[in-house]
């Protein structure tokens, strides 16, 4: 490779020396590369080792964000919700239909509720925080019902600016990468069951993939009441974004559904009533956490110290309280009905 070449292959190098050695492009095998692209591969595939939990994984994100920074971030920005939906397709092939159902019952109650009181509050705590309307139905919505899938569901019907969108998602994933280290360990103090904490993780944590990578971390149990009960809630995703419509006076707006869920729900029955499914249903979920595992991974490279600064303190104050409200109330009602 030419030397001009291997030069206009390099990105624009930071003002901090050291981490200049990191964006400077070297070839091999004819092939420019930089070091920190080679850190990001390196950390990748530590992340399908079964040393590395979810946990884990998404703080080895966050500090390839805050030190040298995503190489791929275009990629894995598209890579992250198409693993996460392949992922939690498989995670179907290790449940039972029977079980699910009953999670299902159980947590319909908690679901409407909790949707119904943090939107109204959202609305509330955004007025009193002098927040845009836009942002404060973008927040409220992803703590109410599945994070930055309602955002991104909900988003295109308000014709949501790109800043507000950003602010929304930023303030969410944020929020989740603490609710991803923090539950499991509050689980243990507080000894709930498997159940319990299962509903919890579904109803307190935004997104679907910290959802899951807290409840793998207590329990198969856990895993499958959390999956369950959050994938139904999901499911509102639906007919929140129609009312966002009709409350916000938007028309010819086309609607997201989350056919994923679709998928999972088939995955499941699949295990339920057909034995053959089992000689390799178990190799699929295995699959399922390791892709849940990159894509905490990917999440993590993608909240840098730029993102988190970019959304201000304002969206921060509403998604804090707005999470903090929700954990608390459904930790009480869950502790003493369930």
């Known amino acids: ?29 004819g092939y420019p590369i930089t070091l920190r692209q080679a850190v990001f591969f390196v950390l990748l595939g530590f992340c399908l080792t079964p040393w590395v939990s979810p946990p884990l994984a998404l703080a080895l994100g966050l500090v390839l964000a805050q030190t040298v920074g995503n190489p791929f971030s275009n990629y894995t920005r598209r890579l992250t919700q198409r693993l996460l939906q392949f992922s939690v397709v498989g995670l179907g092939f290790g449940m039972n239909a029977h079980s699910a159902v009953a999670a299902g019952k159980e947590g319909l109650l908690f679901t409407l509720a909790s949707i119904f009181g943090t939107l109204v509050l959202g609305y509330g705590v955004g007025k009193w925080l002098g927040l845009g309307r836009t942002v404060v139905h973008l927040i409220s919505c992803g703590t109410a019902i599945c994070g930055g899938s309602a955002i991104a569901a909900v988003g295109p019907v308000l014709r949501a600016q790109d800043t507000e969108m950003s602010a929304a998602l930023g303030t969410v994933f944020v929020l989740n990468a603490i609710a991803l280290f923090i539950f499991p360990p509050i689980g243990y103090a507080l000894q709930l069951t498997q159940t319990q904490f299962g509903l919890w993780c579904a109803i307190a944590i935004h997104d679907t993939s910290s959802v899951v990578g807290a409840a793998t971390a207590y329990g198969h ?28 006076r938007q028309r010819g707006v086309k609607i997201q ?51 988190i600064k970019a959304v201000g303190i304002r969206p921060y104050l509403l998604g804090m309280l707005l999470w903090a409200a929700v954990a608390t109330a459904s930790l009480y009602m869950i502790r003493h009905v369930v």
């Not at 291997?6 to 990105?11: K, P, R, T």
């Not at 639906?238 to 916000?248: E, Y």
């Not at 729900?265 to 699949?270: E, S």
Request: overall charge positive.
């Open 257 to 307: 559904v989350p056919y994923f869920i679709v998928g999972f729900v088939g995955a499941m029955l699949l295990n339920t009533f057909v034995r053959e499914v089992h000689s390799f249903g178990p190799l699929l979920v295995a699959l399922a956490k390791e892709g849940l595992t990159v894509t905490l991974f990917c999440i993590g490279t993608g909240l840098s110290a730029t993102v």
């Open 1 to 29: 490779m030419s030397s001009t070449k291997l030069q206009a292959s390099q990105e624009k190098l930071p003002a901090n020396g050291f981490l200049q050695c990191f964006y400077t492009a070297h070839s091999v095998f």
């Open 221 to 248: 149990q856990a895993l499958e009441v959390a999956t369950t009960v959050k994938l139904a809630r999901a499911l509102w995703i639906v007919p929140v974004a129609l009312g966002t419509a009709v409350l916000f």
